[in-house]
């Protein structure tokens, strides 16, 4: 599932770094806006993600979400505690700070999201999922 393994837990700075690789691959012909996201695992894994457009515009899909789309495809299935987020970083090549749309917050709400990094001011700044997704809807709700 991972890029590699992971011997230790990723900085905020090198997450961010792997978002920035994973966004080299967007595939962005119309708004050419490349965005990459890079998810940590609760079982320590990293796994990216890049948006990918769509000339029907509906059927894009965020880096967030392919990410995500990663790990639930990629994981151990013998191990479902492994299909969780820590938290992600993510970074948009021509905007800084880029955050997740609302739909990727909900998705990533979905797994257990604790923080989202992004490049601001230069360096990385960590939000708590609750900052960004104030009173997100979830499996707890059902």
């Not at 011997?7 to 967007?26: F, G, I, N, V």
């Not at 299935?77 to 800084?96: E, M, W, Y």
């Not at 909900?106 to 960590?126: A, I, N, S, T, W």
Request: hydrophobic fraction near 35%; proline fraction near 6%.
């Amino acid at each position: 599932m991972s890029d590699g393994a992971q011997t230790q837990t990723p900085s905020d700075t090198e997450l961010l770094e792997l978002a920035r690789e994973a966004a080299a691959h967007a595939y962005a012909p119309y708004s050419s806006f490349p965005v990459g996201a890079a998810l940590l695992t609760i079982d320590g894994q990293v796994v990216k993600g890049c948006n990918v457009e769509n000339a029907s515009f509906g059927l894009t899909v965020c880096a967030e979400r392919n990410a995500a789309g990663r790990m639930c495809a990629e994981h151990d299935p013998g191990n479902t505690d492994g299909r969780g987020i820590v938290g992600v970083a993510v970074v948009g090549l021509k905007a800084s700070p880029c955050f997740p749309c609302g739909a990727c917050r909900q998705v990533l709400h979905e797994f257990g999201c604790q923080y989202v990094v992004v490049e601001e001011d230069g360096g990385p700044k960590r939000y708590g999922f609750d900052q960004i997704l104030p009173h997100g809807f979830g499996p707890d709700d059902l």
